[in-house]
T-cell receptor, first 114, second 114 residues
Framework: DTGVSQDPRHKITKRGQNVTFRCDPI?????LYWYRQTLGQGPEFLTY????????KSRLLSDRFSAERPKGSFSTLEIQRTEQGDSAMYLC????????????FGSGTQLSVL | GNSVTQMEGPVTLSEEAFLTINCTYT??????LFWYVQYPGEGLQLLLK?????DKGSNKGFEATYRKETTSFHLEKGSVQVSDSAVYFC?????????????FGRGTSLIVHP
């Protein structure tokens, strides 16, 4: 069990560029969540998957945000045409599907949009 | 909708002082309640949880009791240490409507001085 891995740890980009983040969950975990966290705030839910199915995406911040989990293992979060307001820590978490289980978080990807 | 309200921080204490961090919630259904902790430079990790009314979660000297009548889950520790300095997040999770979306509070920073 190597924990939840996120890549990259830091991303600096210019406004208008597209960025993609990757999350590798704990191997036996079927649920995978994406959150955004800004300074002084708690994690803000974006979307989640159960296996490869994206079960909730209405809280993605805009249509510039999209996520995939094509084989039910790793996931990617893409932000198109980045804006300065997208600067934040993007967190991935995974859990089992046996019930109301705790989340295991990755260390996050810190995005800075210049 | 579901929401979590935490007391404003930072909370500043001397070592061996008593700690209380207040958390109240609003939820549909019957949530599980959690406290997560984020140490400087690290990802969120579960501190303790309670799954039904009157349950007490405990870990590392921290305790919290699920109070349905007051919709609260306050975090307590009898004697804090410098190493407890971190940000503490209260969270809830329900299976309402078939969606499992953990909701977090904004976090409360704890600073413990020697």
């Amino acid at each position: 069990d190597t924990g939840v891995s996120q890549d990259p740890r830091h991303k600096i980009t210019k406004r208008g560029q597209n960025v993609t983040f990757r999350c590798d969950p704990i191997s036996e975990h079927n649920r995978l969540y994406w959150y955004r966290q800004t300074l002084g705030q708690g994690p803000e839910f974006l979307t989640y998957f159960q296996n490869e199915a994206q079960l909730e995406k209405s809280r993605l911040l805009s249509d510039r945000f999209s996520a995939e989990r094509p084989k039910g293992s790793f996931s990617t979060l893409e932000i198109q045409r980045t804006e300065q307001g997208d600067s934040a820590m993007y967190l991935c978490a995974s859990s089992l599907t046996s019930g109301l289980e705790k989340l295991f978080f990755g260390s996050g990807t810190q995005l800075s949009v210049l | 909708g579901n929401s979590v309200t935490q007391m404003e921080g930072p909370v500043t204490l001397s070592e061996e002082a008593f700690l209380t961090i207040n958390c109240t919630y609003t939820a549909t259904g019957y949530p599980s309640l959690f406290w997560y902790v984020q140490y400087p430079g690290e990802g969120l990790q579960l501190l303790l949880k309670a799954t039904k009314a009157d349950d007490k979660g405990s870990n590392k000297g921290f305790e919290a009791t699920y109070r349905k009548e007051t919709t609260s889950f306050h975090l307590e520790k009898g004697s804090v240490q410098v190493s407890d300095s971190a940000v503490y997040f209260c969270a809830l999770l329900t299976s309402s409507g078939g969606s499992y979306i953990p909701t977090f509070g904004r976090g409360t920073s704890l600073i413990v001085h020697p």
